[in-house]
């Protein structure tokens, strides 16, 4: 019988040891389960959050037609949520006006590359647009292409012929050519009392431009001491970089000569454009450009088979053409213009009062 009691002590004993085993056990793969999850959760919603910045960071090179960033950053509201923030502004003429900021949330689930508050709405009887969030006028290309009849709400504008009763204001304005022109015409037609500051790619359909959203015009700024090509900017960036690894006190002199190299308005511009054709490239390989558009008459656009045509169409930079472009000065300035037969619409965006301690570019 005492054998007996003490197997069964022994027994008890072992039972509640493999018990407590068991429940450690358990506790430490939840709690080790919980950590896991935890990190990959948070590490799920940083990849959309930086999936927001690839995408921005490559559409501030493509869209958003005289609107400059910044600064961007994150701006998280708890560990699974946040926001990607970029503070904007427009040139007109050289003076910096506010813009509308760009306010992309992204969460675990959730990676949205709209910001709602540049979304257009139309105002002066149909001739203007205006920003959603702080009502800022967007000027508007007009496609060449596109039906025009009476009863269209959205007629091409020519907004020239109110310019003259702005006096005092500097002002810009989007010309939507009477065809495609060449980088090369562009800096003959533009008057040199006037800033160029974007070109637009224009559409290959035959669908009604004027009232898509920033982000979905697409174009480029002029970089007027671009003196090399995308690959020749890398190349010469990369050998920089292989060399300071070797020796970070190099004598870069001559190399860095290379950056302030001086060039043609018209070479200038076919740089950017190289630059700018690279970034769409991109993309368009990474679906970025994925917006579709229709109208009441049956139009349709597809935003990514446009673009892949323009750039099969436009692979040379001498060769490639553009459908408009934004100019700035002073309301004075755009006189010679009114008068000029290669200008299809013309329309006012943003204006400001010229003050006395305004620096302007012209």
């Known amino acids: 019988m005492t054998i007996s009691t003490d197997f069964e002590a022994i027994a008890k004993r072992h039972k ?3 018990t407590l085993k068991y429940v450690v056990l358990s506790a430490g793969l939840a709690l080790v389960a919980l950590v896991l999850g935890y990190m990959g959760l948070n590490r799920l919603t940083s990849m959309n959050g930086q999936y927001l910045m690839a995408y921005y960071n490559n559409r501030i090179q493509i869209a ?11 701006n998280a509201n708890s ?18 006006v506010p813009f509308e900021p760009y306010r992309a949330p992204y969460s675990l689930v959730l990676r949205r590359t709209d910001s709602s508050n540049e979304y257009l709405v139309s105002g002066d009887d149909g001739r203007s647009t205006y920003t959603r969030g702080t009502h800022y006028k967007m000027p508007r290309f007009f496609n060449t292409k596109a039906k025009v009849t009476e009863s269209n ?6 907004d020239l012929d109110f310019i003259a009763d702005m006096s005092g204001q500097a002002v810009e304005v989007a010309i939507t050519f009477d065809k495609p022109y060449l980088l090369s015409d562009i800096v003959k037609l533009v ?4 800033k160029l500051n974007w070109i637009w790619i224009g559409t290959e359909s035959s669908y009604d431009t004027s009232g898509l959203f920033p982000a979905n015009l697409y174009g480029f700024k002029p970089d007027w001491k671009a003196n090399m090509t995308y690959k020749e900017q890398k190349q010469l960036d990369e050998k920089i970089n292989n060399i300071l690894k070797k020796d970070n006190e190099a004598d870069l002199s001559k190399l860095n000569a290379a950056y302030d190299k001086p060039v043609t308005p018209t070479v200038a511009l076919q740089n950017s454009y190289d630059t700018f054709r690279h970034y769409l490239q991109e993309a368009v390989d990474n679906h970025w450009i994925n917006s579709t558009y229709g109208d009441a008459n049956g139009t349709h656009l597809s935003e990514q088979e446009d673009v892949a045509l ?4 436009n692979r040379n930079v001498k060769t490639a053409k553009f459908a408009g472009i934004i100019l700035t000065g002073k309301a004075e300035q755009f006189a010679s213009l009114k008068t000029a037969d290669w200008i299809y619409a013309s329309n006012i965006g943003q204006s400001v009062t010229i003050q006395p301690y305004h620096q302007l570019t012209k």
Request: net charge neutral; glycine share 4%; charged share 25%.
């Open 16 to 18: 509640r040891r493999l």
């Open 64 to 74: 958003y037609p005289n609107i400059d960033v910044n600064s961007f950053f994150y």
């Open 79 to 96: 560990q699974f949520t946040g926001e990607l923030h970029s503070e904007r502004t427009k040139d007109i003429a050289g003076i910096s």
């Open 153 to 158: 709400h959205d007629k091409p504008t020519q």
């Open 191 to 194: 008057p040199d009392q006037l």
């Open 310 to 313: 323009f750039l099969k169409n």
